[in-house]
């Protein structure tokens, strides 16, 4: 077994889905009227930092970590697909062309959910049902890439969803990366808090509303007409 995934991958690999499967079990579980529900886009904007900090690493990380090494071509997609459904797939090192295109949806589908909630915050009505059918859209992709995950373990007798947790894989002599970057990965971690605590601390349950760092007026979030009142009442007193 030799190391493929370094330190700072697979520490956002796990942020993004624990905070997407959290902003998405909150959204679902709570009423957009309720107290717990801003939770929800405080945790959606927090994947949205985990995700600009996956594609800065996308260009500039270990050789399997970047964007680059993805097998992105129609056409390798197409024949992976065509041998994959007739058995004659080989196993891959690092991302085959499916985990390819689905590792690059649940990097952009999160970015469009973040822009499309802010919006919604911003009171344009327009992005709500479109926020509702990206967050579905992702939801779709990750269950497709888990169901590859699990057939590719089957398939090939090879259990690479623990590969993202300890790093490693049966790799041809010469593939594997010289460092796991751990230093990297503990400053990823690092700027995750920094950012949550920026945002927890923006976030107000009672009002409903969000100040995002940098900004002077907060956002609205869910059904939030008594938070609007209570800030047309802010601004009055001013």
């Given at each position: ?7 700072p991958?697979?520490?956002l690999?796990w ?5 997407f499967l ?10 957009e ?17 985990a ?25 390798s997609?197409?024949?992976y697909?065509k041998?994959a459904?007739?058995g ?10 499916a ?8 990097l952009l ?8 909630g ?18 579905y ?17 089957r398939?090939h007798r ?6 993202m ?9 010469g593939?594997?990366?010289?460092s796991?970057r ?20 923006g ?23 008594k ?12």
């Amino acid at each position: 077994m030799s190391l493929l995934w370094d330190w700072p991958t697979r520490v956002l690999h796990w942020a993004m889905a624990g905070l997407f499967l959290g902003a998405f079990s909150i959204a679902v579980a709570s009423s957009e009227h309720g107290r717990v529900f801003p939770v929800h886009a405080a945790v959606g904007l927090l994947l949205g930092l985990a995700i600009l900090l996956r594609l800065v690493w996308g260009f500039v990380g270990s050789r399997p970590s970047r964007f680059a090494s993805f097998p992105l071509r129609p056409s390798s997609l197409a024949r992976y697909l065509k041998e994959a459904l007739a058995g004659q797939d080989r196993p891959t090192d690092g991302h085959n062309p499916a985990a390819g295109y689905a590792a690059l949806a649940m990097l952009l589908l999160p970015l469009a959910l973040a822009a499309t909630g802010i919006a919604m915050g911003l009171g344009g009505k327009w992005a709500e049902e479109v926020h509702a059918v990206l967050a579905y859209a992702m939801l779709s992709v990750v269950a497709l890439h888990v169901l590859g995950l699990a057939w590719y373990t089957r398939r090939h007798r090879e259990a690479i969803a623990l590969s993202m947790v300890h790093g490693r894989r049966r790799l041809p002599q010469g593939e594997a990366i010289p460092s796991s970057r751990p230093f990297m990965g503990v400053a990823f971690l690092l700027v995750l808090a920094g950012g949550g605590t920026l945002i927890w601390n923006g976030l107000d349950t009672r009002r409903r509303t969000l100040l995002l760092p940098g900004m002077s007026t907060p956002i609205s979030v869910g059904e939030n007409e008594k938070g609007r009142q209570g800030l047309e009442h802010q601004g009055d007193d001013d």
